[in-house]
C-alpha cells in the first residue's frame, strides 16, 4: 500500500468563520424576502425547509444533473455540507468511519455500526470517531445534497406512465422524462462522489478512513460494485482507505473476526448468504 502524503485542508476555525458568514448571508436573505421567481421551478427542499415546502417534487432535467455529479467539484461539494453537520471531519486525529451497503436486508446492519460509532463509547474517545455514509453524518441529519436527490423522486419519474409520475399517491406531469439508466447513472455518481469523499478527510485528519460494507447478496450490476467499489479501490491504493467486508450481518465494528479485510474480497463477500 503506498502511504500518502497528507495535506492540510483549511484550519477548523477558519472552516467555522466561513459558516457562519454563509449562515448569515442566508438569514439576511430570508429577512428581505429575496425568493425564487413565481415561474421558476419548484424549490429544492432539504431537511431545514418549512413543513409547507417539503416533499415537492422537483423536476430537475436528468442531462444536466448527471453533468452536475460527474463534475470532481461535486465531491468538495459533499465534503463542505458535511463540515457543516460535522466539523470533526476536518480536525486533526479524528478517526473518521464510511459505511456501504447493496443487496436486500444489508441497509439496517450498516446503520447498527454506524450508530454504535457516533453513540459508543469511542465516540467520545482521544482522538474521537465518527461515522458518515452516503446520506449524511448520522442516521438523522442528512446532506442537502442527498435530500435534493430525494425531492427530485428520480425512479418514481422512471416509471412515469403516459408522461406523469407517481409520487405520493398523487400524479404529477414531468416534461423531462427519466429512463432507469438515467435514475441509476444519476445515484450512482452520487455514490461515487460521496466514495471519493473519503480522501478529502483522510487529508484533513492525517489517518486512512476505516470503510464497513455490508454487501451479502449485492448484485455485480448494481450500484456498490458499479460505482463505489472502482473508487475505493483507487483510494486503497494510495492509502486513503482501510477497507473491511462483514462476514455476517450481525458483524460487530470492534471485532476484527468479524471481517474480510481488502477490496480483493469484495465479490467473495457479497456470495455469502446468497
Known amino acids: 500500500m503506498v502511504h500518502p502524503v497528507f495535506e492540510k485542508y483549511p484550519a477548523p476555525w477558519t472552516i467555522g468563520i466561513a459558516l457562519l458568514a454563509i449562515i448569515a448571508i442566508i438569514l439576511l436573505l430570508s429577512v428581505t424576502g429575496i425568493l425564487p421567481p413565481a415561474d421558476g421551478p419548484a424549490p429544492a427542499c432539504n431537511t431545514a425547509c418549512p413543513t409547507s415546502l417539503q416533499n415537492i417534487?422537483?423536476?430537475?432535467d436528468p442531462s444536466e444533473k448527471i453533468a452536475?455529479?460527474?463534475?470532481?467539484?461535486?465531491?468538495?461539494?459533499?465534503?463542505?455540507?458535511a463540515l457543516t453537520l460535522e466539523l470533526q471531519l476536518a480536525t486533526t486525529g479524528t478517526r473518521v468511519h464510511m459505511g456501504f451497503w447493496s443487496g436486500k436486508g444489508n441497509h439496517g446492519s450498516m446503520l447498527r455500526v454506524l450508530d454504535a460509532i457516533n453513540d459508543g463509547a469511542t465516540a467520545a474517545a482521544q482522538p474521537p470517531n465518527r461515522a458518515i455514509w452516503d446520506e449524511g453524518t448520522s442516521a438523522y441529519y442528512h446532506y442537502p445534497s442527498y435530500t435534493q436527490l430525494q425531492d427530485e423522486h428520480w425512479y418514481e419519474r422512471a416509471s412515469a406512465q403516459n408522461g406523469s409520475a407517481l409520487i405520493f399517491g398523487r400524479a404529477?406531469?414531468?416534461?423531462?422524462?427519466?429512463?432507469?439508466s438515467q435514475a441509476d447513472e444519476i445515484w450512482g455518481e452520487y455514490s461515487s462522489r460521496y466514495t471519493y469523499m473519503a480522501e478529502p478527510v483522510a487529508r484533513a485528519t492525517g489517518s486512512p478512513v476505516k470503510v464497513w460494507c455490508f454487501i451479502q447478496g449485492a448484485k455485480p450490476n448494481r450500484i456498490f460494485f458499479t460505482y463505489e467499489l472502482p473508487q475505493l479501490r483507487l483510494l486503497e491504493e494510495k492509502g486513503y482507505v482501510q477497507v473491511y467486508f462483514a462476514k455476517s450481518p450481525d458483524a460487530d465494528w470492534t471485532q476484527p473476526g468479524d471481517w474480510l479485510t481488502g477490496t480483493a474480497n469484495a465479490s467473495l463477500t457479497s456470495q455469502r448468504g446468497t
Not at 57 to 60: E, G, I, Y
Not at 71 to 80: K, V
Request: aromatic share 22%; proline share 15%.
Open 172 to 180: 404529477y406531469p414531468d416534461s423531462r422524462p427519466v429512463s432507469f
Open 68 to 81: 452536475v455529479l460527474k463534475d470532481p467539484a461535486f465531491t468538495g461539494t459533499l465534503y463542505y455540507e
Open 57 to 60: 417534487p422537483v423536476f430537475t
